[in-house]
């Protein structure tokens, strides 16, 4: 395999944000997170004092989402939540930008945002993740095209001290040419453009859409360290999987090299 499990395994944020989530699944989920070896629970708010008692000592950080999902919240809404979220025991955060004023071209107040968060967090020891939401973004705005309003948002987010920027949070549903709601999340360019935007002390997290192993390769290989994901059963009981039939697809392939060399 390409990369060891615990490579994968590391890579991932285990999220439980779904706005139905009951305490017991929340539970439910921190144990799997503990029993898989993710890096991180992304959760929401109210339970980090909770998640923090549940993952004590298994080396899975708890994450805390603020201003979630569309960054509605007033910077000091912000800040504090983040003062919570880390005296609770979140020793990441994952925020989302005022999307509005990023759409309005109010790149100060959207820098003040960012780095109102972030200093609050440091300031805790815990570490921040920028999340743009993308499907928002396609068409760009401002004079701006979307590429060129993404790549804009990765260097203020780095100025801010930012330490990820985020394609998006899972969220983000935009209503479709047939009435329904839906989302690309992470894709293949943004991530490219999202890593060439940044220097290497910004790291690069990929969130909505990567739903199995081959998605969570492709992220790494695109240069992304994080990815947001609730399907971390599936993703890796698929790389056991592999793992297994090409443990035993070699060693099948020995034995016939030794019978075909006149042994046993």
């Given amino acids: ?32 997170a503990a029993r898989y070896g993710v890096a991180s629970v992304c959760i929401k708010p109210y339970a980090v004092k909770r998640a923090a008692e549940l ?3 298994t080396g ?11 960054g509605n919240s007033t910077t000091e809404s912000k800040r504090y939540e983040t003062e919570l979220a880390c005296k609770d025991g979140a020793f990441e955060i994952d925020m989302v930008i005022n999307i509005g004023k990023a759409l309005s071209g109010e790149w100060d107040y959207v ?12 300031a805790h020891g815990a570490k921040v993740k920028v999340i743009f939401e993308n499907d928002y973004l396609t068409k760009g705005g401002v004079g701006l095209s979307g590429d ?16 990820w920027v985020k394609t998006s949070s899972g969220f983000g549903f935009v209503k479709q040419p047939d009435g329904s709601y839906n989302y690309q999340g992470a894709t293949e360019p943004d991530l490219i453009l999202m890593r060439a935007s940044v ?3 910004v790291q690069v997290k990929a969130a909505g859409g990567v739903r199995d ?27 056991r999987r592999r793992e297994a039939a090409e443990k035993t697809g070699q060693s099948v392939a020995v034995k016939s090299a030794i019978i075909g060399a006149g042994g046993y």
């Fill in 199 to 201: 220097s290497d002390r």
């Fill in 148 to 163: 060129d309003f993404k790549k804009k948002l990765c260097q203020l987010c780095e100025r801010a001290g930012a330490d």
């Fill in 55 to 57: 993952l004590k000592g």
């Fill in 111 to 122: 820098e003040r945002d960012v780095q109102a968060v972030c200093a609050e967090a440091h």
């Fill in 1 to 32: 395999m390409k990369y060891t499990c615990e490579q994968l395994a590391k890579m991932i944020d285990h999220s439980l944000l779904h706005p139905t989530m009951t305490d017991q699944e929340l539970e439910d989920g921190c144990k799997v």
């Fill in 213 to 239: 192993l081959d998605g969570l390769i492709k992220v790494r290989d695109l240069g992304a360290s994080r990815c947001g994901a609730s399907a971390t059963v599936l993703i890796l009981d698929e790389y």
């Fill in 60 to 70: 899975v950080l708890v994450g805390a989402v603020i201003g979630f999902p569309h």
